[in-house]
Structures are given as C-alpha cells and as structure tokens.
C-alpha cells in the first residue's frame, strides 16, 4: 500500500508529536480532536516547535511552511475516509479507545490500517471490535515524537505481515527506528522494563531510601541513563504510569508490577507530573 494520507486522532501531547513528524515526512496529515480548544492547542504547539527548530537552523522556511500546509485540523472523523492510515492518540482508556476504533472502522474504507499508539492496552483486544483485525497493529511512539527515534511496532493476534511492512515503510518515511513486539502483552517491550523501573525508583522514595534528586541523580549517574526515573514519570505523567502498571498487574498478576501505593495516592491527589504542573518536582513556573 502506498500511503499518501494519515489522520492521527487525538492532540494532546503524542498526537500532536505524530502528526508533526508525520507532515515533515510529506504526508497530507488531518489532526482530530474532538474538544476545539484542546486542537487549537495542538495545532499551535505544533506551528511553535517548527517556528523554535527553524531559529535554530534545523530546518528552512520552506519545510516549515509545507509541514503546516499539509496538516489539516478537525472535530469530526471526516478526513480518515481518505486516510490509507489511521493512527489513535488518545487518552490510555481500553473503552474509550474502543468506541473510536469501531467507529473508524465504519468510516475509514476496507484497505485503511488503524493503528494506536497505545503504552499498555491488547492491541487484539482493540482489533475485536473492527472487521479488519489483520489491519489493526500498535505503533507505540516514544515522547517526546519529534525527538526520539524509536517507534514499537506492536503486532495484535492476527495483525498481517502486510500491514506491518506498511507501518515499517512509514516509520522508515519519518525516520525513526523500529523495533518489532511481535507478541501482544501488556507493556510491550519498552515499557515492561521501563515502567517497573520507575514504579522501584517510587518506592525507593516511599521507603525514605532516598530523595528524589538523588533517585533521579543515582540512576543518570550510575547506569547512564539520559533522565532519571522520576523525571522520566512526571514526563510520562503519573496518571498513565498509574493505569499501565495496573494493566500489566490484572493481565500477568505477578506482585512485581504492583503500584506503589505514593504513585496512587499522587494521583488521587491531581499530581500528575509536567501536564498538571506538580508531580515529583514542581513545574508551576
């Protein structure tokens, strides 16, 4: 399949991160969000980032000025009926996403392949509700888009090699790396040993091991990691990191995913990380 066009559903954070990759790649990109204020917000980010990358010489007018021509925001799902792709970016919410993939799947033609960028939920589980399982896959982009190479391409029980080639060809378009999930557990393989890691760094904290900036210091220092675990989470934001180890607990049901019991009461206190502007660290200013 030639893919030519691509709706990303959803512009928040990582929906707004694909569609911009997915414009500068050169593909005609409609950008979905229900709320107007929050796609007024997306789309505006997007021009912002482009405007900060050509005064650092990154790229030229004229690739920020195609990259803006070619996305085209909407309310409604109108633009995935011309779409040979169709990528989900929304909130981590199994029912949720499920509304939107069976509706996708009413709208888009037969030949579409919709993809999600889910952290955590079965992409099966999301391709039950469709009549074209085989064209339903993960495409797990890593935050922040723009910046970080690698996409997890994630297979669902009867996802086809077909469609997979296509979701490689795109990644290969946007150049990113990929790395192949080719069995459908929760967390995939980036986040199965990355979500554990931080949900110990939480506890490390819970248990007085620690502050957080020596957490954070230790781990950046020691194992050579580009951000600590507690930055890494109010990044990811603490809510999701939240949902994706309960995921990962419900479908494995080994006590090594358990929430610890800071991270939740975190979240019962609206403390979710860089988006709420307090999480470990305080970024109200």
């Given at each position: 399949?030639?893919?030519?066009?691509?709706?990303?559903?959803?512009?928040?954070?990582?929906?707004?991160?694909?569609a911009q990759v997915s414009a500068r790649a050169g593909y005609?990109?409609?950008?979905?969000?229900?709320?107007?204020?929050?796609?007024?917000?997306?789309?505006?980010?997007?021009?912002?980032?482009?405007e900060k990358d050509l005064s650092k010489g990154k790229i030229?007018?004229?690739?920020?000025?195609?990259?803006?021509?070619?996305?085209?925001?909407?309310?409604?799902?109108?633009?995935?009926?011309?779409?040979?792709?169709?990528?989900?970016?929304?909130?981590?919410?199994?029912?949720?996403?499920?509304?939107?993939?069976?509706?996708?799947?009413?709208?888009?033609?037969?030949?579409?392949?919709?993809?999600?960028?889910?952290?955590?939920?079965?992409?099966?589980?999301?391709?039950?509700?469709?009549?074209?399982?085989?064209?339903?896959?993960?495409?797990?982009?890593?935050?922040?888009?723009?910046?970080?190479?690698?996409?997890?391409?994630?297979?669902?029980?009867?996802?086809?090699?077909?469609?997979?080639?296509?979701?490689?060809?795109?990644?290969?378009?946007?150049?990113?790396?990929?790395?192949?999930?080719?069995?459908?557990?929760?967390?995939?393989?980036?986040?199965?040993?990355?979500?554990?890691?931080?949900?110990?760094?939480?506890?490390?904290?819970?248990?007085?091991?620690?502050?957080?900036?020596?957490?954070?210091?230790?781990?950046?220092?020691?194992?050579?990691?580009?951000?600590?675990?507690?930055?890494?989470?109010?990044?990811?934001?603490?809510?999701?990191?939240?949902?994706?180890?309960?995921?990962?607990?419900?479908?494995?049901?080994?006590?090594?995913?358990?929430?610890?019991?800071?991270?939740?009461?975190?979240?019962?206190?609206?403390?979710?990380?860089?988006?709420?502007?307090?999480?470990?660290?305080?970024?109200?200013?």
């Amino acid at each position: 399949m030639d893919v030519k066009t691509i709706t990303v559903i959803g512009a928040g954070l990582m929906g707004r991160g694909i569609a911009q990759v997915s414009a500068r790649a050169g593909y005609t990109t409609h950008l979905v969000e229900v709320d107007q204020g929050q796609l007024d917000k997306g789309f505006a980010h997007i021009k912002k980032i482009l405007e900060k990358d050509l005064s650092k010489g990154k790229i030229s007018e004229a690739d920020r000025d195609q990259a803006i021509a070619l996305i085209t925001p909407s309310t409604t799902f109108e633009g995935a009926a011309s779409s040979e792709l169709v990528i989900e970016a929304v909130t981590e919410n199994i029912e949720i996403k499920k509304a939107i993939f069976k509706d996708l799947d009413e709208k888009c033609p037969p030949s579409t392949i919709i993809a999600t960028n889910t952290s955590s939920i079965p992409i099966t589980q999301l391709a039950a509700v469709t009549k074209r399982p085989s064209q339903v896959l993960g495409m797990h982009f890593m935050n922040p888009v723009p910046v970080m190479k690698l996409v997890e391409l994630v297979m669902g029980y009867d996802t086809s090699e077909e469609s997979l080639e296509v979701a490689k060809a795109v990644c290969a378009s946007m150049k990113k790396e990929i790395i192949v999930a080719r069995r459908d557990f929760p967390g995939f393989i980036v986040n199965r040993i990355c979500v554990p890691l931080i949900n110990e760094a939480i506890w490390l904290l819970h248990d007085g091991m620690g502050t957080v900036e020596d957490i954070d210091k230790g781990v950046k220092l020691g194992l050579n990691h580009p951000m600590g675990p507690l930055t890494l989470a109010d990044f990811v934001g603490l809510d999701t990191t939240l949902y994706i180890l309960q995921i990962m607990l419900d479908i494995y049901g080994d006590p090594k995913y358990r929430p610890c019991p800071l991270l939740t009461q975190m979240v019962n206190a609206g403390h979710y990380g860089r988006k709420s502007g307090r999480g470990f660290y305080d970024y109200s200013k």
